[in-house]
């Protein structure tokens, strides 16, 4: 029984639109010694026919689970309907759900209950449902080291539960039904040949990582575990270490070897256009549309992320380079190939390749894109022009800014989910509006999704359709930056029509100056000049108050406030301002800017370094004070206006709060109120499309039936009508219509309106009875043409038997069987006629041919007194009068015979043992003489047969048991029986036994085995003309020496 046991168990979960998924995972499952249960969402009281239905589909044994059943290899267990599964030491366990409403969560139960008994045995799989059920089973059975497989829920029918199973990020494979049975297949090799070891594994591989951590940059704890483990054991094998705690030891004083290690956790699994069919997508879809709307003399960007050695990198490059070719448009492209690994990134530089690396590639790309250097291929300049190869951690190092399009495939499946759900954040604040993301086929974004359009569902590409983007700053570490003395400023959101016409112009009257545009706000929109004179370097600001020394933001707050109220230019002079090398003084200048779209002030503000002495009278000089006072009143003016604001809004915030607050303890009720609704609506949904499920099948189910019954019709050559209880034609048989004149118009007719062709002028009497009280007739009728149909009227019956809805009525063609029987009616009549001439001429024969004899006899008894004195006269006559004794008894025989075919039919209750008694009786004398002893078992008592031609049997049997008896006194034994349900009677004796061939020669008229023996040999040949003649038979079993076995087999 231990080997029985499975080495994994594969938890099925599956609710709403999971029937066909399950039939087709089990379409393409092999034996492979694991054990499965299947979880359903089925309603309450609801009789499954899953058995039934998956039984056709699996080549395993499927049962429906019992309390206690233990769990073994290769048999799919089915949840009964309202019952929560458990498995304890693996066996299941049931318990009733109760009538409770609301979501069950039947495969969370069982998820949970399986991870704690089986830990790493343990595998579940999500199908399509609604709900959430699944998921946090999802997460203890991955916590406890086993496997989680759920279907891609964006072709799922109802995707729910894949949703949130895979937003818990647990899921260690996404994939279609049809692929999961070949991935649990390869999981369970892989498993097995895991080592087994003493001590927490893991333990171990966070204290390998934590090793690598410390010689190197590489950081590879945001990766998953069993990837890890699994590359352990690879290179533990190949260190031809046998034990992992051994090969540990080894790494703790081998830098070398730990460097080697984390070589082989670095993910190099790559090729050129790896999935053709995903990059016939992208060339399709993704790169016009890129190429397209590509502004003038715009490059276009590509971020390849995980490159390994190059070749995703240079396929998207010729993938772009090919939708390129006769363009007249000059575009820049730019790829950004990078990745963790080193030695990946420098063969991938040098851009040669080997035959087989390049084996994919057609060979019309081959002829255009590489050059074939001896036995390699080294690409084009062109294609390699366009990549930028660098080395980039991910984890670490914050992304590639305002990509197109930025490709990331089959790398995040190694990463644990919390590493993935920041790698996709950082990939989505990448990408530009609009620009598209590019996964491998088993990753979806789940924690972005909301954030992206589905371009290609199944080769998972994306475009992102939000332009505001955040990242946090401890996503990553920011590099070292160089110290720069020139402030970047942002532009602002305003623009200024015809700006560069605008902007040549001021620029020319403005020469030497540092020119500053703003808005209303004072945010910096474009400034022209060197601003590291006027503007200090340590604040990195958009406000220009915030960029100006104390003494000049005064004069500037003061001035532009006065132009936004005028909407006149205003300047001072002689602004004083510290600098490296003294005090200089600041001519400062502020202009309104015309500007078409009136929701916005633009203004334009000139610094300009002079004299204090050289300001013009017109322009007057700048006094402290006197801005300081201004600068403190108009301060002081908006404070006020901000505090009148401020009580007036905080006013409008306690009533809007009241109002709030009511408006939220209604809708946490109405909230309440929904979700349970929605529960129980779930739950409903859920048992609706189970039972509409059943009910499709049954549907097929039907019209297979009435695609067999219609056929069934078309191929009868009997003739069948059904008759509904009011008495009209619902159907017939194409064989009915050449006994009754019926047409397809005929259906729904009164059958007592149609003509038919049959002489039976009861049939529709015979037909109402039928009706009323369902019995069935059965009569031969003629038609017309003279031919002679069997008809049988039935019930039509419905719902199992138990209604009675109109009748059936067929007609089989008995033409050629009536006209054999007529024929051997007609024989049987002359055979009668001949058995009674027979018989009346063997009677006359055996009267007429014994009256001689009595004479002659009469003649002897004269002679025999005459010749009493000659012994050789007396010796004819004694010959002569056994001559006349036997021709009596053929005479005797004759007549038996004629007798016993009159009397083949009689049929009597024997007594068997009653039977017997009388023949004993018969042979007193026989069997005084020789000593014989008759035994009696009967397990028959009695049975139904000629009474007079079994005793004829017995006696024959018996007799000849005594006269052909062996040295010792003969015993004779009787038995009665069952065999094969039928009677049986055998006589078994102790006597002389018959030789092989006599055995043979028993049974023929007249043959005598021992000629000096007085007998006719008949009595064995009448035995078995009786027996045969009833429809039973005669057998006999015999050796020489040891006696015979006569039995009879009673029909």
């Known amino acids: 029984m231990i080997n029985d046991l499975p080495k994994h168990i594969i938890a099925i979960g599956a609710s709403a639109g999971g029937m066909d998924e399950i039939n087709i995972f089990f379409d393409n499952t092999p034996l492979d010694g694991v054990a499965y249960v299947i979880m359903q969402h089925l309603p309450q009281d609801f009789k499954s026919r899953m058995v039934e239905l998956l039984a056709r589909h699996s080549k395993l044994e499927v049962k429906e689970a019992t309390q206690g059943v233990l769990v073994v290899q290769n048999i799919v267990y089915l949840i009964p309907s309202n019952k929560f599964m458990t498995i304890v030491e693996g066996r299941l366990h049931l318990s009733d759900k109760g009538k409770s409403k609301g ?22 799989v999500v199908l399509s449902g609604l709900g959430a059920d699944g998921s946090q089973g999802a997460v203890s059975i991955h916590k406890n080291g086993g496997l989680i497989i759920v279907r891609t829920p964006e072709t799922s029918e109802f995707s729910s539960m894949p949703a949130h199973a895979i937003a818990t990020g647990m899921a260690d494979f996404i994939l279609e039904p049809q692929l999961m049975p070949a991935a649990i297949a390869t999981y369970v090799i892989e498993h097995g040949e895991q080592l087994i070891e003493d001590f927490d594994e893991q333990e171990m591989i966070e204290e390998i990582i934590a090793l690598i951590g410390k010689i190197s940059p590489l950081d590879f704890s945001g990766y998953k575990h069993t990837t890890i483990l699994r590359r352990i054991k690879k290179r533990a094998a190949q260190e031809n270490y046998t034990s992992l705690k051994e090969y540990l030891n080894f790494l703790k004083g081998s830098p070398e070897g730990l460097i080697t290690l984390a070589s082989e956790f670095l993910i190099s699994v790559t090729g050129f256009f790896r999935d053709a069919d995903a990059f016939a997508t992208l060339s399709a879809k993704v790169i ?180 505001k983007r955040s990242l946090s700053y401890d996503a990553f570490s920011l590099p070292e930056l160089p110290e720069v003395k020139s402030v970047s400023l942002k532009v602002s959101n305003v623009s200024i029509p015809q700006f560069g016409e605008f902007m040549s112009h001021t620029l020319a009257l403005t020469m030497g100056c540092l020119v500053i545009f703003i808005d209303e706000s004072y945010q910096v929109i474009k400034s022209f000049g060197d601003s590291s004179k006027f ?151 859920e048992e609706l499309h189970t039972i509409n499920s059943d009910y499709q099948l049954k549907n097929r189910e039907l019209l297979e039936i009435n695609d067999d019954l219609n056929n069934y019709f078309r191929s009868n050559i009997n003739g069948q009508l059904f008759i509904n209880s009011e008495m009209l034609l619902m159907k017939f048989s194409p064989g009915a219509v050449k006994l009754i004149n019926l047409r397809e118009s005929d259906i729904g007719r009164p059958i007592y309106h149609i003509s038919t062709n049959i002489r039976f002028e009861t049939i529709l009497d015979d037909i109402n009875q039928v009706t009323i009280d369902g019995s069935t007739i059965s009569k031969q009728i003629q038609t017309n043409d003279g031919r002679w149909y069997q008809m049988m009227i039935m019930p039509y019956l419905q719902q199992l038997g138990t209604k009675r809805n109109g009748t059936i009525v067929t007609f089989g063609d008995i033409t050629e069987l009536k006209d054999i029987q007529f024929e051997l009616d007609r024989k049987n009549q002359s055979l009668q006629r001949i058995n009674e001439d027979l018989d009346n001429f063997i009677h006359t024969a055996s009267h007429d041919l014994l009256a001689p004899l009595g004479n002659i006899e009469a003649s002897i008894d004269v002679m025999n007194s005459i010749a009493l004195s000659d012994p050789k006269f007396l010796d004819v006559i004694n010959l002569i009068n056994r001559s006349i004794k036997n021709y009596r008894q053929l005479i005797t025989d004759i007549s038996i015979i004629a007798k016993i075919e009159s009397e083949i039919d009689q049929m009597d209750l024997v007594n068997i043992e009653e039977l017997v008694r009388n023949v004993e009786w018969s042979l007193e004398d026989k069997i005084r003489l020789s000593g014989a002893t008759i035994q009696l078992d009967l397990e028959v008592k009695e049975l139904k047969f000629s009474k007079k031609n079994l005793r004829s049997i017995l006696f024959n049997l018996v007799c000849n048991a005594i006269k052909f008896k062996g040295a010792d006194p003969p015993v004779i034994k009787i038995s009665s029986y069952l065999s094969s349900g039928r009677a049986a009677v055998s006589i078994m004796d102790n006597g002389k036994g018959i030789d092989e061939k006599g055995l043979g020669r028993i049974f023929e008229m007249y043959g005598r085995l021992h000629q000096d023996i007085e007998g006719t040999g008949i009595g064995l040949y009448l035995a078995k003309k009786i027996i045969n003649a009833s429809g039973g038979k005669l057998e006999v079993e015999s050796k020489i020496g040891q006696g015979s076995m006569f039995t009879i087999f009673f029909a």
Request: proline content about 3%.
């Open 535 to 685: 503007l200090l370097q340590e604040n990195f600001n958009t406000n220009l108050t915030e960029l100006l020394h104390p003494q000049l933001a005064v004069a500037f707050n003061t001035l532009a406030k006065k132009v936004l109220q005028t909407d006149q230019q205003t300047s001072v002079a002689g602004i004083p301002m510290k600098s490296s090398t003294g005090t200089v003084h600041i001519d400062l200048s502020i202009a309104p800017v015309p500007n078409s779209a009136k929701s916005s002030e633009v203004l334009m503000v000139i610094l300009k370094a002079s004299d204090i002495g050289s300001a013009g009278e017109e322009v007057p000089v700048f006094n402290g004070q006197t801005y300081q006072d201004q600068y403190t009143q108009d301060l002081e003016h908006e404070l006020k206006q901000l505090k009148a604001s401020h009580q007036k809004l905080n006013q409008q915030v306690d009533a809007s709060n009241e109002n709030m607050q009511s408006f939220n303890e209604e809708l946490v009720s109405a909230n309440e109120e929904m979700q349970s609704t929605n529960e129980e609506m779930q739950s409903v949904n």
């Open 288 to 467: 016009p549309e890129l190429l397209n709307n590509l502004a003038a003399g715009e490059e276009l960007k590509v971020w390849v992320a995980g490159s390994a050695s190059g070749e995703e990198a240079y396929s998207i490059a010729i993938s772009i380079a090919e939708q390129l070719i006769g363009s007249r448009a000059e575009i820049l492209v730019k790829i950004f190939a990078t990745d963790l690994d080193g030695d990946a990134m420098a063969l991938a530089t040098k851009g040669i390749y080997t035959a087989e690396a390049v084996k994919g590639i057609s060979a019309e790309r081959l002829q255009h894109f590489f050059v074939k250097e001896g036995g390699f291929y080294r690409v084009v300049p062109l294609i390699r022009k366009m990549v930028i190869f660098a080395k980039h951690d991910l984890a670490k190092n914050p992304p590639y800014c305002n990509m197109h399009l930025i490709s990331c495939r089959n790398l995040l499946i190694y990463m644990m989910p919390v590493l993935q759900k920041k790698i996709f954040s950082m990939l989505l604040f990448g990408l530009r509006m609009r620009g598209y993301l590019f996964l491998g086929s088993s990753e979806i974004p789940t924690s972005i999704i909301d954030s992206l359009e589905t371009i290609d569902k199944r080769w998972k590409i994306y475009r992102n359709i939000k332009s």
């Open 103 to 124: 979501p069950h969560m039947t495969i969370d139960t069982f998820f949970d209950s399986l991870a704690t008994d089986c830990g790493q045995r343990a595998i579940g």
